[in-house]
């Protein structure tokens, strides 16, 4: 059981403003305009950005002509960022404000969102709802700090309170993939230690994955130099046998994999106790 410190607690009044840091401010200005111009159709929509802040990440892309909407929860800066001529709503982004949102202002281009997925415990929610609010042909882009960066270069100082969930890619797939969103691209980045920028839209849009995205294929098991293929091998040159060794996923791989033993095939499992399965 996980006991979570009441974000309201935490966010209502926030104490952190982003462009403070110089840094910070360049990363986002050259994001901002990488953004803009990778995906000019989508930027001549309203673009928001979660957890916006003091509106960091809108203030450049207005200035190119952008529509933009801030989310943050920390009312005091969203305050600030309203004085500034970033319009911002001082809320939680989940399912429940998404239909005010669509209906005041339409579905979104492109929403972006930067450090912030890490600090919530309502992720499927959020995810729920940037897919409701996506346009069919929109790009959600985020960045999150990369647990492999993490754990690499023991960033132990990046494990506080605040941060309650940790990224690397597959699962990111995994998450997105349950409402019905696909990552087409992702950059490895350095800020905050290490972290992935994920390009994700709709399943059916019309973007290309990315070849960084489709996993393994084509590399080699490290230590062991065994070739990693496409499954389609398996029916190019059929084996008597198949070792799983993700033993515990076993029963979907069978299930998966069913006209393998209706030739005949079977199955060796390993874990907990060698046995043979056909």
């Known amino acids: ?3 979570f410190i009441d974000r309201e607690l935490i966010f209502n009044h926030y104490a952190y403003f982003s462009s403070t840091s110089p840094k910070l401010v360049e990363h986002f200005e050259k994001f901002s305009k990488d953004l803009f111009f990778k995906f000019p159709q989508q930027a001549n929509q309203l673009i928001i950005d979660v957890g916006s802040n003091d509106g960091i990440m809108l203030k450049p892309l207005k200035k190119l002509g952008a529509r933009v909407l801030g989310i943050d929860p920390a009312k005091n800066i969203a305050r600030i960022a309203n004085k500034h001529g970033i319009k911002t ?3 939680f982004f989940g399912s429940t404000l998404v239909p005010k949102l669509i209906k005041a202002s339409g579905k979104a281009g492109i929403i972006s969102s930067s450090n912030t997925l890490a600090h919530t415990d309502t992720i499927h929610d959020i995810i729920y ?3 409701q609010l996506l346009d069919s042909r929109g790009v959600f882009v985020f960045e999150v700090q990369y647990l492999a960066d993490l754990l690499k270069k023991n960033e ?3 494990i506080y309170h605040e941060h309650i969930c940790y990224f690397s890619l597959h699962p990111i797939i995994y998450l997105l993939k349950l409402y019905n969103l696909r990552v087409f691209d992702v950059e490895h980045i350095d800020t905050h ?3 992935l920028r994920v390009y994700a839209s709709h399943v059916d849009s019309p973007f290309t994955t990315n070849k960084k995205v489709q996993t393994k294929q084509n590399l080699y098991m490290p230590g062991t130099h065994i070739p990693i293929v496409s499954p389609k091998k398996i029916k190019e040159d059929i084996p008597d046998y198949i070792l799983i060794l993700a033993w ?6 069978i299930q ?6 209706r030739q005949g095939g079977k199955f060796i499992l390993p874990i907990p106790f060698p ?4």
């Open 129 to 131: 709802a940037t897919a």
């Open 248 to 253: 515990n996923y076993a029963e979907a791989i």
């Open 89 to 91: 709503i001082g809320d």
């Open 156 to 158: 132990f100082d990046n």
């Open 1 to 3: 059981m996980l006991d």
């Open 256 to 261: 998966k994999e069913q006209w393998f033993v």
């Open 275 to 278: 046995k043979i399965i056909d």
């Open 193 to 195: 230690g290490g972290s």
